[in-house]
């Protein structure tokens, strides 16, 4: 039987527990550590195993997803006790790689690192997957059928792709959040209210996402087919691409990607 501890019980481990004990995981087959009173107390709430110590839960468990802040991950690693042999170690910490965590565990560990966002709080989540050459068939399935519970997986092949994956997807969600903040804001400048303004923004960004899932058609063929010659949508369109916002999205993203980087290096 699968066991699956979470060292962290914070929001992401929450949104995964809780979609996994949606989709049919019996509550003994999880266990969870977390300092915090607060998500300990979420925990017992669930009917889910509380360990009193992260050597506890790990234990009681083949796979291990950590869950702890980036920071402190690799101390809370460093202390660890138990044995971890054949044990499945998933990692949703950002910048933190799969050598770092190699480094404190053992080379042989079998590693999967995950670059999720923050729509997997709402089982709409994007996740791409690297796993270390020790990590087996069955053991990518787990891990698919984990991270399956906060939406969709993709699984890259190096996993310096995590960094661009970070800069699309990872912070993709405040990209589009801003795009929305921003319609809202102009709306309310041409006379509608925050609540309308609000409601409609939402409802077309939703909207324009859905087309774009279900059509068989590039983003590019979708804009241009909703954008009449001589129209209000071609008078935006050449204002955008007048302010080069093309580049504008690309130098976002090179910026993201450039910091993930970073972030890396520096643990």
Not at 37 to 64: F, H, R, Y
Not at 121 to 139: K, N, R, Y
Not at 214 to 234: A, H, I, M, Y
Request: net charge negative.
């Amino acid at each position: 039987m699968i066991t699956i501890a979470f060292l962290g019980a914070g929001n992401i481990a929450q949104a995964i527990m809780g979609g996994m004990l949606a989709n049919g995981m019996e509550h003994n087959q999880l266990w969870a550590f977390d300092p915090s009173p607060t998500c300990m107390k979420w925990v017992l709430d669930q009917g889910i195993n509380a360990a009193a110590s992260n050597d506890e839960a790990i234990a009681n468990a083949n796979v291990i997803m950590l869950c702890v802040k980036p920071n402190v991950l690799l101390d809370a690693l460093t202390k660890i006790n138990v044995d971890t042999s054949g044990k499945l170690f998933v990692s949703v910490a950002a910048g933190i790689t799969t050598e770092m965590i190699a480094g404190r565990l053992s080379e042989s560990t079998q590693i999967v690192r995950c670059m999720p966002n923050t729509p997997a709080l709402i089982q709409a989540g994007m996740t791409a997957l690297f796993a270390t050459e020790a990590v087996s068939d069955q053991q990518r399935d787990i891990t698919e059928k984990v991270m399956n519970a906060v939406g969709h997986v993709v699984w890259v092949e190096r996993e310096d792709e995590l960094d661009a994956v970070t800069a699309v997807s990872g912070s993709g969600p405040a990209y589009f959040f801003l795009m929305m903040e921003s319609m809202i804001a102009a709306a309310e400048d041409i006379g509608l209210s925050n609540a309308l303004s609000r409601k409609l923004v939402i409802q077309t960004a939703m909207g324009a996402a859905k087309l774009a899932e279900q059509s068989t058609e590039d983003p590019t063929v979708l804009r241009e087919k909703v954008t009449s010659p001589g129209g209000t949508t071609e008078a935006a369109i050449e204002y955008y691409l007048n302010q080069n916002f093309k580049n504008i999205i690309a130098g976002a993203i090179s910026a993201a990607h450039l910091r993930s980087i970073e972030m890396a290096k520096k643990h």
